[in-house]
T-cell receptor
Framework: AQKVTQAQTEISVVEKEDVTLDCVYE???????LFWYKQPPSGELVFLIRRNSFDEQNEISGRYSWNFQKSTSSFNFTITASQVVDSAVYFC?????????????FGQGTRLTINP | DAGITQSPRHKVTETGTPVTLRCHQTENHRYMYWYRQDPGHGLRLIHY???????DKGEVSDGYSVSRSKTEDFLLTLESATSSQTSVYFCAALQGLNTEAFFGQGTRLTVV
């Protein structure tokens, strides 16, 4: 069965610090997709990134970067030079490419607080 | 929001009453999902659908049922609401395996 674990329940850092959010997943499939979503205090869920299981290249988007390592089943998210606006709950998610049905499973989320 | 609307946005109901939440999408997404969000638990999958009349259970399906008679609508029903079903409910939809999910705004349900 697929499973996503975000062991860090809450993280608090001071503005401009770098912070890494961990995500570990379990799946039996060889084809799957990983996602990160952001939930700001306003409550909506905002898509950040999608990565398929065949693409282990790290990705950088501005201050955000993602490190995907199949060997350790991890898909970690780093924010460089954090800002107060980065304060949110961040979710990692896993989707398996099964026949017909497709489950999309989320981790427990990490609440990130950036203090000025 | 990619054309995903949840209704109602807020509801207070009494224990034992039936409740139906609606998720409506306008983008012809094949897959639709219902999640509940509770502190300390993140987003937990209740039920999902992979086509009209094709649904399956998620990890917390007890006490919930769903129906999808049209592509655009996915209904979540609490047959007899309990206080433990007080939560924020999110609907999501996506087109295919390699696409991101789009979420509705959420429904805050309180069972008293």
């Amino acid at each position: 069965a697929q499973k996503v674990t975000q062991a860090q329940t809450e993280i608090s850092v001071v503005e401009k610090e770098d912070v890494t959010l961990d995500c570990v997943y379990e799946t039996r499939d060889t084809t799957y997709y990983l996602f990160w979503y952001k939930q700001p205090p306003s409550g909506e869920l905002v898509f950040l990134i999608r990565r398929n299981s065949f693409d282990e290249q790290n990705e950088i988007s501005g201050r955000y970067s993602w490190n995907f390592q199949k060997s350790t089943s991890s898909f970690n998210f780093t924010i460089t030079a954090s800002q107060v606006v980065d304060s949110a709950v961040y979710f990692c998610a896993l989707s398996e490419a099964g026949e017909g049905a497709q489950k999309l499973v989320f981790g427990q989320g990490t609440r990130l607080t950036i203090n000025p | 929001d990619a054309g995903i609307t949840q209704s109602p946005r807020h509801k207070v109901t009494e224990t034992g009453t039936p409740v139906t939440l609606r998720c409506h999408q306008t983008e012809n997404h094949r897959y639709m999902y219902w999640y509940r969000q509770d502190p300390g638990h993140g987003l937990r999958l209740i039920h999902y659908s992979y086509g009209v009349k094709d649904t399956d259970k998620g990890e917390v399906s007890d006490g919930y049922s769903v129906s999808r008679s049209k592509t655009e609508d996915f209904l979540l029903t609490l047959e007899s609401a309990t206080s433990s079903q007080t939560s924020v409910y999110f609907c999501a939809a996506l087109q295919g395996l390699n696409t991101e999910a789009f979420f509705g705004q959420g429904t805050r349900l309180t069972v008293v």
